[in-house]
Nanobody
Framework: QVQLVESGGGLVQPGGSLRLSCAAS????????MNWYRQVPGKQRDLVAT???????NYADSVKGRFTISRDNAKNTVYLQMNSLKPEDTAVYYC??????????WGQGTQVTVSS
């Protein structure tokens, strides 16, 4: 069983920055991709950013130019650097690992609130 633990969420003012971390219980090289999703109450969980095992990056249009996904293989950790935050970025952010055969593992989520 794989465990993913997110951290780094919190309350930040509009225009501010946060860095989320997702620590995996095994090598992230074993996954095809690492992803960040976010969800607000009553809405579906939306994909925010992806980094594949080959290093390909993808972002939702709403966060392009503001968010950056990266990884530290030695620490088995994926990051989401979020800059120029807006109130509409408020959500619970989840980390997901996509394994071989389409197996998915989710973290427990971390709350991000952007408010003055």
């Amino acid at each position: 069983q794989v465990q993913l633990v997110e951290s780094g969420g919190g309350l930040v003012q509009p225009g501010g920055s946060l860095r989320l971390s997702c620590a995996a219980s095994r090598s992230i090289f074993s996954f095809n991709a690492m992803n960040w999703y976010r969800q607000v109450p009553g809405k579906q969980r939306d994909l925010v950013a992806t980094i594949t095992s080959g290093g390909t990056l993808n972002y939702a249009d709403s966060v392009k130019g503001r968010f950056t996904i990266s990884r530290d293989n030695a620490k088995n950790t994926v990051y989401l650097q979020m800059n120029s935050l807006k109130p509409e970025d408020t959500a619970v952010y989840y980390c997901k690992a996509t394994g071989v055969g389409g197996v998915h593992y989710w973290g427990q989520g971390t709350q991000v609130t952007v408010s003055s």
